[in-house]
Antibody
C-alpha cells in the first residue's frame, strides 16, 4: 500500500521561505510525477508543480519564479520550497503521486495517492 | 486556454442521478480525472482515464467525455456522496496540471 507522509513548518512570516517534504512509502518511486498542490481556505485546488524520479520538473507559471521542487531518490522523498511568501500563500499544501499516461491516442492523468495535508499560515 | 470550468453547485435527491460537467480546451487532448473532497479531508481520485475507477470506488461513479466537455455521473446518489468534486487534466503542452473550479454536490 502506498502512503505519502508530509511535514514542514506551519507558521511563517511574510518574506520567509516555505519548506515542506513528502516521504513515499510502498510502491515504486519511478514512473510517476510527484506533485505539490495547495488549497487556500474555502477555495479550490491549485497545482504548484511536479518532479519525476529523475528530477525533471514542471511548475505552475504563476508560481514558477518562487518555487523549487527537488527529489531525494535514496530516501524516496521530494520537497517543496516557496520563497518570499505572503498572506496569499496561506493554504493547505498537499503532496501527491500523479500517474500520467499518453499512448494509442489516449491521454490521462490522475493523482491517486495524497499526503495528509499541511496547513501553512503566513502571518506577521 | 488551460482553464477547466465547472458549475459551482448542484443538488440531487437521495437515490437519484446527478451529472457534473467540466469544460475546457485541454479536454480535447486529455481525459479528465475526477476527485471527491469532503470537508477537512484530502481529495480522493474517483475516476481517471476514459472511465476507470480506482480500487474501492463504488460503481455508481462513472465518467464520460465528448469534445471539450467531460462529465462525472453519480447514479443512485447516497448521502455520503455530498462533497466537492474537482476535475483535472493536463494542458496541451502536457507540462502543466490543471484543476477545475469545483462543484459542490448537495444531497437532499
Amino acid at each position: 500500500q502506498v502512503q505519502l507522509q508530509q511535514w514542514g513548518a506551519g507558521l511563517l512570516k511574510p518574506s520567509e521561505t516555505l519548506s515542506l517534504t513528502c516521504a513515499v512509502y510502498g510502491g515504486s518511486f519511478s514512473g510517476y510525477y510527484w506533485t505539490w498542490i495547495r488549497q487556500p481556505p474555502g477555495k479550490g485546488l491549485e497545482w504548484i508543480g511536479e518532479i519525476s524520479h529523475s528530477g525533471n520538473t514542471n511548475y505552475n507559471p504563476s508560481l514558477k519564479s518562487r518555487v523549487t521542487i527537488s527529489v531525494d531518490t535514496s530516501n524516496n522523498q521530494f520537497s517543496l520550497k516557496l520563497s518570499s511568501v505572503t498572506a496569499a500563500d496561506t493554504a493547505v499544501y498537499y503532496c501527491a503521486r500523479d500517474e500520467s499516461y499518453c499512448g494509442n491516442g489516449v491521454c490521462y492523468t490522475g493523482a491517486d495517492y495524497w499526503g495528509q495535508g499541511t496547513l501553512v499560515t503566513v502571518s506577521s | 486556454s488551460s482553464e477547466l470550468t465547472q458549475d459551482p453547485a448542484v443538488s440531487v435527491a437521495l437515490g437519484q442521478t446527478v451529472r457534473i460537467t467540466c469544460q475546457g480546451d485541454s479536454l480535447r487532448s486529455y481525459y479528465a480525472s475526477w476527485y471527491q473532497q469532503k470537508p477537512g479531508q484530502a481529495p480522493v481520485l474517483v475516476i481517471y482515464g476514459k472511465n476507470n475507477r480506482p480500487s474501492g470506488i463504488p460503481d455508481r461513479f462513472s465518467g464520460s467525455s465528448s469534445g471539450n466537455t467531460a462529465s462525472l455521473t453519480i447514479t443512485g446518489t447516497q448521502a455520503e456522496d455530498e462533497a466537492d468534486y474537482y476535475c483535472n487534466s493536463r494542458d496541451s503542452s502536457a507540462k502543466h496540471y490543471v484543476f477545475g473550479t469545483g462543484t459542490k454536490v448537495s444531497v437532499l
